[in-house]
């Protein structure tokens, strides 16, 4: 089975793990947690960093510092993974939903624009996959109406949009180390931002906002999201390797699209975009010919020993809202559309060429 996603780890990656393993270093108090924060957040562009149990852990407290009253609204992709939404929801806000571009498959600005409202009082810029989002425009939004800018740069890691590193432009940005990341920790998050008031609350909210004054006397609600120094000692040899890693990426993409773009039933990102450079984070495609939907895909590529996955499912369609009766308006064709039909392919930084050849070979075979 060729999976969807093969981390790359060597030896030295190992090798710095059982080293702290054997120093006893093992808890979420050992120094590589300290070192990655600085190397990180300096790489980025920002002041300070906390690293935390997970992107989505990171989102939970970036919505969370921002001390938001009850149905305060936030604007959020609507074709984006679910931990968007539910930072939002278990802050007791409301969610506002935007459609993405039906090419960059990113939130569609000019929607943005129409969202805004009194109560609007954050925006969660997520770059989706490829293309990094135009954040510029959304960050020039956000100063012209006092709204608060969280950039979700998950899945963008290490990649850059007008030669300034995704993620340095949120006044708060949040990343992810899970397997299948640029970098990783296996699992892992950190929030980045240049404000030490929002700094500090990081650091509170992930560890159970112990008292200031006696240790034990907490003084909010906060969560255990800490992370292990284990986690931090892979992700500093990991760091080391972050260039590499974002070119093999690219690398794989352009194989894909070179093979993929002649087949007039598929449609692929381009490598590049007027000014957007795609990261290939992971090598979606969208089926054209609409004879089959990509979970149909998905089932005949299982066949041949190929993993992929499907798109993000729309934040409007999700179960659990509809089960707690919300709903939410305006029209969201476009995620619709490419959730329906869209799948991503093997990608991962330690796929081989071999192996892409042979995806490409039994997709072509499939979408005739």
């Known amino acids: 089975m060729i999976p969807v996603n093969r981390p790359l780890i060597k030896k030295i990656d190992a090798k710095k793990v059982y080293k702290v393993v054997k120093d006893n270093w093992i808890s979420s108090s ?11 957040s300096k790489l980025i562009g920002k002041k300070y960093g906390s690293l935390v149990a997970s992107g989505t852990a990171a989102l939970e407290i970036a919505v969370k510092s921002l001390k938001l009253k009850k149905n305060d609204e936030i604007i959020i992709p609507n074709f984006t993974i679910i931990s968007n939404a539910l930072a939002v929801f278990k802050n007791n806000l409301k969610i506002i939903p935007i459609d993405c571009n039906k090419e960059t498959w990113n939130m569609d600005i000019d929607l943005i624009k129409k969202k805004i409202s009194k109560k609007t009082k954050a925006i969660i810029a997520t770059h989706i996959y490829g293309y990094p989002l135009e954040i510029d425009k959304i960050k020039k939004i956000c100063n012209k109406k006092n709204i608060i800018l969280i950039e979700d740069a998950a899945e963008m890691l290490g990649n850059k949009y007008k030669n300034k590193y995704c993620g340095s432009f949120g006044d708060i940005s949040i990343f992810s180390f899970y397997a299948n990341k640029t970098i990783t920790m296996g699992e892992g998050g950190i929030l980045t931002t240049n404000s030490k008031k929002f700094h500090d609350q990081f650091q509170s909210l992930k560890n159970l906002c112990f008292g200031k004054i006696e240790r034990y006397n907490h003084d909010e609600i906060g969560w255990n999201y800490r992370v292990t120094n284990m986690q931090a000692a892979l992700g500093l040899s990991q760091l080391k390797r972050i260039k590499s890693n974002v070119k093999k990426k690219k690398e794989i993409g352009k194989i894909y699209y070179s093979i993929l773009s002649k087949n007039k039933n598929i449609f692929i990102q381009k ?11 992971v090598v979606g495609i969208i089926i054209k010919n609409k004879k089959m939907t990509s ?27 509809s089960k707690l009766g919300i709903k939410f308006k305006g029209s969201f064709k476009n995620s619709e559309y490419i959730s329906k039909y869209g799948l991503y392919l093997p990608s991962g930084v330690g796929t081989t060429k071999k192996e892409i050849l042979y995806v490409c070979k039994m997709i072509n075979e499939i979408l005739i």
Do not use: C, M, T, V
């Open 295 to 321: 979970k149909d895909l998905r089932k005949k590529l299982l066949k041949k020993k190929i993993d992929s996955r499907a798109f993000f499912w729309p934040i409007h369609k999700q179960q659990i809202f």
């Open 271 to 281: 490598p590049k975009l007027n000014n957007l450079e795609n990261a290939y984070w």
């Open 30 to 40: 050992g120094p590589e947690i300290k070192i990655f924060e600085n190397k990180f």
